[in-house]
């Protein structure tokens, strides 16, 4: 249900995913291929607030092979401390510097790959605290406050989703861009991942100002290539030896083919089906029943 | 800016409009032509709070000659009496079965056009009161505050302009929907009209559910065609008879000539031009420089 502003011109996947589940000599092989694991969390690592059994000490032996392990999510309204204390709650031993949040991204593509006057400096945020959090440190924030008066330093205008969203913070957006800010999402997902998709996600609160301006935001969130940027823009590694793990074969698969990862791993422990893996347009390099099954090869335990 | 779901394979107008200011001899004609003038009103009547000089000798002067008179205006706010109320402090004098607002229109389509079974009656406002007091005469409403749990005898979503949107209503709108309530919007129109477009209209109030749905609404305002029935359905006059005045030729013009009136008279004082109307797609078949124009043939002054 989850709209993308991916373009839909790539080419289509022809070859045939490696079922590694059971097969320890092709998990080595595959695990010997990479140095840097990136990770979608709902539906790879846990579903809503249930961890997936085998989950902690798959990460713990990856990182025992020296591996990086980082955690990307198109979450918005949390700061990657706050979405660290979600890791830790849920039983995951993380840090802060291992998770990417498209608020994170969001914040980085600002400060440092828009060139911005120094006049236009101001965010305008459309979303959660969590996201003012993250951009705080590096950028300033105009209010949305009913009391404030059109802000002339407004540069930028961020939309996440936000629970508090309204028709004042709506119209000064609109008014923003319609004087030159440039148009920035979090994420583009219509829907929120796992909630039975009842709940409007970060895309919807932009589409308002999609229909009113008649044009998209630049989307900070996977699958868009601008989050892939900024993530080598923080770990600067090889690309041909990262591999992005996912459930999803249209957002996280798609995010590692078009971000031209060495690998794709999918696992079917969320939405997509063995059959999308396989027959579908976008397909990973290969795939698992479930994430826990590389510790096939932990000859530590 | 405005979106509209009409379909635009309607043939595009080869005539060639005819100009009728200070030609008595066109106007006498031209009147003798309709029973039913339908107005719209910004920008025709009046321009925001400036009533056009002119407008009361000029509705005077048809009433006079035995024509019935309809305000026509995509207005989702405002309940018929609340618009009178605004006609009659804009020093026009009416009264509120003149009125035909896209929040009428929808009542009257709801109860009268839907055919819902018993227990689906129940109609989920987005909107202003305005709305909710034109429903209530005919229809029961469902409640949208926070308080409520979900109302299973909702049968229709109906999405207008509301200045209290919030996260919850959308995600309850959403959740009906998919459960099957009927999808309906009082209009399309993405910003409000003569604010300089700064403010959402009642289209972007639908835009978030559009998105998550994949669908659009059904419009219940100008320039769709649901509204014209609903019109149809309440002054029961001869369309060949009728007449539409408008300054916009995309949709005051384009409803009616979709709505197979025996005419349309376009003005200058407001959105389109006089090349939009003599060399556009759309064009009246008539024009006139301003509606006051008319009163050239009033030997009665």
New interface residues.
């Given amino acids: ?1 989850a ?1 993308s502003a991916t373009s839909s011109e790539y080419p289509a996947s022809t070859h045939t995913p490696r079922y590694l589940t059971g097969d320890a000599a092709g998990i080595q092989e595959f695990l010997d291929k990479f140095d840097v694991f990136l990770f979608d969390c709902d539906g790879v690592l846990w579903s809503g607030d249930h961890l997936f059994p085998g989950t902690n000490e798959t990460l713990e032996m990856l990182r025992r092979k020296g591996k990086q392990v980082v955690f990307v999510t198109n979450n918005s309204t949390k700061s990657r401390a706050d979405y660290n204390k979600k890791l830790t709650a849920l039983g995951i031993p993380s840090n802060t510097e291992e998770i990417f949040s498209s608020s994170y991204s969001a914040s980085i593509y600002i400060s440092r790959i828009l060139s911005l006057p120094p006049n236009k400096r101001k965010v305008f945020v459309i979303g959660e605290t969590g996201i003012e959090q993250e951009l705080a440190s590096e950028n300033d924030i105009a209010s949305g406050d009913a009391s404030t008066l059109l802000d002339p330093e407004v540069g930028v205008v961020l939309v996440g989703l ?6 004042f913070k ?2 000064l957006a ?2 923003y861009v319609r004087r030159g800010a440039v148009f920035l999402a979090t994420n583009i997902d ?2 929120l991942p796992n909630s039975g998709t ?3 996600g970060a ?3 932009s ?6 301006l ?1 044009k998209e935001p630049t989307s900070l969130g996977k699958p868009n290539q601008a989050m892939m940027d900024a993530i080598e823009g923080k770990f600067r590694f090889d690309r041909s030896r990262a591999c992005m793990v996912g459930d999803r074969a249209n957002t996280d698969i798609r995010f590692g083919i078009e971000g031209r990862l060495g690998g794709t791993l999918g696992v079917l422990t969320g939405v997509s089906s063995k059959e999308e893996f396989v027959e579908g347009d976008v397909r990973p390099k290969v795939y698992l029943d479930r994430l826990a099954d590389l510790l096939i090869v932990d000859q530590d335990r």
Wanted: aromatic share 14%.
């Fill in positions: 249900m709209t936000d629970f508090h969203i309204n028709y709506l119209a609109y008014h219509s829907t009842l709940f409007p895309g919807s609160m589409a308002p100002l999609i229909m009113m008649g």
